[in-house]
């Protein structure tokens, strides 16, 4: 085939990596995704090249534990056909590209802004100009909700049209959260100004974004990071989501009104932050990871206080969860609300656990393993009916396995820290490519480097990018008044979408 | 029913007790304590991602600081962060940790406005606008209101609407997009109020310091009644703080 195959976490040299015809890119890249859910986009992206536009298209072949790769230079005047227009998964991606760069798709179904950045092409345009969808009709009515919300959550707008209480259709606009980030990290140079843009991508994420953002670090400079390394930061990655996932549990109690649930989970999770705060001084994990060594060794003391963690959490959860699962005031809001079919999320490409819970088994942790997942041999956790049941299931089962992988590799710990040997320089001219397993799904980085080695682009990537648009067509067809609980299950991120 | 009783029972009592004296677990890094040992200082300085060391004298400023706590490993004669978290303080100038000094924070009293005390000692409502906030810091203010920090029995608060609210609690660097969102919020609550910076990334932009996609303009507009610094802010250090802002007396 044309495109250059890499594994998760691989540098290769930019010029390595084909450039097609604008059409044949198209045409390879549709083709990849025919068979099936067996192969996904991870990303998408362009940046300027030589006064041009170079596209990069990352397909992930989960199958093969491969990601394919091909890139097109084209020129940002001249309209495009659309890949959106052969596979919905793509669209998002062309959106953002439109976006950015002015490129005009002839046949895109959805040509709309995605976060305005401060760097967006037309400048004119404003959040506050969004072109939301209507419909006219003398029966229906529309409600906005947002950016600023009831709770402490962040900032974006929902705009439902509503025929009496019922939601025909919700319009989520983004981008209040807009920082920058990307730029940043080409112009912030220091390393630790990087991993500390990393840490404060999402605050719910900071183990998963930070992880992904040293080992593609430390491939790029051609770094093989020890067992210990590894192992604490797949161990972090599990505690996050553990942490994460009982503080959702909690959050979907209160919205169903279950107060003891909501109490019980939520007091669950303070000892499991506070045991970040004793292995690294921060409750969510930042300052924990760092790229070529950790401040914080995972220490045989950490290891038995752990182990008493677990044993004391674990309790407490099965008797609280056997109870909310059982009880029929609960049940009756969570089963079939907010459905999404194993049909819908295949089409519009939702990844992690908003795609295992419509049964498509997406899991960067079993088909593109890093770190140490490897050797604990990860089975994704599938769920079958799409509902915000399948979503609270689907967190207690990837809860109780957790909560196995964490006493499976605590139970050998490796012996001692293998010398320090500091990192080399990121390689001139090259491609990296990154993929972790969040809490809430893939995280997916990339890099460009120049001759010098300095980043030219950065591209992040949230799960979440993915899963809003599953938050829309979940709530059709629903009462507006089950909203709260359909957004809180699926707990996308605003910060890590609009960047 | 019997069983949830069940569950209340096994559960125990999980708040604490007394919330201004509670001590936090392991590692925390809290107000910083710089001594006056000579070191590389430029070394220092370069250590620093956001720039929240400077130097002549030697001083870390918190409403940069993001704890990290590079520089204390670096030079942990130099630099050392206690577990204080009492860091609160209603003067930009209070957050700049000098060094030979080791002074508990305290708010200025003098410049605590009257009507706060008067309106708010016994309740405070306060409406949050996350304004490119990284969700970390939302997540420690919901912790504040949860079984274990028990904030609601103050009288402390979060409300849904500003028009019920005393205050405004900002958090995030605020983004260009949130600036008019933001304003639209503070204009609906009525007077008097309140206005709280949380969060590194609040206080002084942080790690996003410079970036083109911020518009900072709403906080040279108003007094800031409160900076409670942190990346994110421990629930201890709101509700301290919080609690001195609307209890201390002249």
């Known amino acids: ?318 008797e609280i969860s056997e109870e909310l699962f059982s009880m029929p005031s609960v049940l009756a809001r969570f089963e079939k609300t907010g459905v999404i079919t194993n049909e819908q999320a295949a089409t519009i490409g939702t990844v992690g656990m908003s795609a295992r819970m419509s049964a498509v088994s997406r899991d960067i942790r079993f088909s593109h393993p890093h770190d140490l997942y490897p050797e604990l041999h990860h089975e994704p956790v599938i769920k079958n009916h799409g509902d915000v049941h399948s979503r609270a299931r689907l967190r207690k089962k990837e809860i109780d396995q957790s909560i196995g992988y964490i006493r499976q590799m605590i139970e050998n710990l490796p012996g001692n820290r293998q010398e320090d040997t500091g990192l080399l320089v990121p390689s001139p001219n090259s491609f990296t490519i990154s993929l972790v397993e969040g809490w809430r799904g893939e995280i997916c980085h990339c890099a460009v480097t120049d001759d010098n080695g300095e980043l030219i682009h950065y591209k992040i990537k949230d799960p979440s990018f993915h899963n809003w648009l599953a938050v829309a067509l979940a709530v059709r067809n629903n009462e507006i008044s089950d909203f709260p609980i359909c957004n809180k299950s699926f707990d996308l991120s605003y910060c890590g979408h609009d960047l | 029913m019997l069983d949830n009783l069940k569950i209340l029972f096994h559960q125990g009592k999980q708040y604490i007790p007394d919330v201004t004296i509670a001590k936090v677990p392991g590692i925390f890094r809290g107000r910083p304590v710089i001594s006056t040992v000579k070191v590389d200082e430029t070394e220092l300085m370069e250590i620093c991602p956001t720039n929240a060391i400077s130097t002549n004298p030697v001083c870390i400023d918190l409403g940069k600081c993001t704890f990290c706590g590079e520089c204390a490993m670096a030079f942990p004669n130099k630099v050392k962060f206690t577990t204080d978290y009492k860091i609160a303080t209603n003067e930009r100038r209070k957050l700049i940790i000098v060094e030979g000094e080791d002074e508990p924070l305290q708010l200025n009293a003098e410049l605590i406005r009257t009507e706060i005390q008067k309106c708010f000692s016994g309740s405070l409502k306060l409406r949050q606008v996350s304004a490119g906030g990284d969700n970390s810091c939302e997540l420690e203010l919901n912790a504040c209101s949860n079984v274990n920090f028990d904030m609601g029995r103050f009288g402390i608060d979060f409300v849904a609407s500003p028009r019920h609210a005393d205050g405004l609690v900002i958090t995030g660097p605020i983004t260009e997009n949130m600036a008019r969102p933001l304003q639209i919020c503070y204009d609906a609550i009525p007077e008097p109020k309140i206005i709280i910076v949380a969060g590194t990334d609040s206080i002084s932009g942080g790690i996003f310091e410079g970036s083109p996609a911020l518009d900072r ?34």
């Not at chain 1, 990596?17 to 390879?28: A, H, K, R, T, V």
């Not at chain 1, 002015?102 to 072109?131: C, E, M, Q």
């Not at chain 1, 990655?237 to 009982?246: D, F, G, V, Y």
């Not at chain 1, 045989?300 to 752990?306: G, K, R, S």
Request: aromatic share 12%; glycine share 8%.
């Open chain 1, 1 to 318: 085939m044309n495109y250059i195959s890499l594994k998760n976490n691989q540098t290769v040299p930019i010029s390595s990596i084909p450039e097609l015809d604008y059409s044949l890119f198209l045409e390879l890249n549709v083709f990849s995704l025919i068979k099936g859910t067996g192969s996904h986009c991870v990303n998408y992206f362009g940046f300027p090249h030589a006064g041009k536009i170079k596209l990069i298209c990352c397909i992930a072949d989960d199958e093969l534990n491969a990601i394919n790769i091909l890139s097109s230079i084209v020129d940002a005047k001249q309209p495009l056909p659309s890949f959106s227009k052969q596979n919905l998964v793509f669209e998002k991606f062309e959106r953002e590209i439109h976006e950015n760069f002015g490129i005009v798709y002839t046949d895109h179904p959805w040509l709309k802004p995605v976060r305005f950045p401060f760097n967006r092409y037309k400048k004119n345009v404003t959040v506050a100009d969004y072109p939301f969808f209507n419909i006219e009709s003398e029966e229906l009515h529309e409600v906005g909700v947002g950016p600023i919300h009831a709770g402490i959550i962040e900032p974006g707008h929902f705009r439902f049209i509503c025929n009496g209480e019922q939601i025909l259709h919700l319009e989520i606009q983004l981008g209040y959260q807009h920082r920058g980030i990307e730029q940043l990290f080409l112009e912030k140079k220091k390393l630790l100004q990087r991993i500390t843009l990393a840490e404060n991508i999402a605050g719910d994420s900071v183990v998963g974004h930070t992880v992904t953002f040293v080992n593609l670090w430390e491939s790029l400079c051609n770094y093989q990071p020890g067992r210990d390394l590894q192992l604490a930061r797949t161990l972090a990655l599990e505690l996050e989501r553990l942490a994460i996932h009982t503080g959702d549990l909690s959050a979907m109690c209160t919205d169903v009104a279950y107060q003891l649930g909501s109490a019980v989970y939520g007091r669950l999770r303070t000892p499991v932050i506070n045991y970040f705060q004793k292995w690294c001084g921060n409750r969510l994990g930042k300052s924990l990871i760092r790229a070529g060594k950790t401040n914080f060794p995972f220490t045989n003391e950490l290891a038995a206080e752990l182990t008493g963690l677990v044993g004391e959490y674990e309790k407490d959860f099965e």
């Open chain 2, 217 to 250: 303009s709403f906080l040279s507009k108003y007094t800031i009644d409160l900076y409670i610094p942190g990346n994110p802010i421990h629930p201890l250090t709101f509700i301290n703080g919080v609690l001195e802002l609307i209890k201390k007396r002249r």
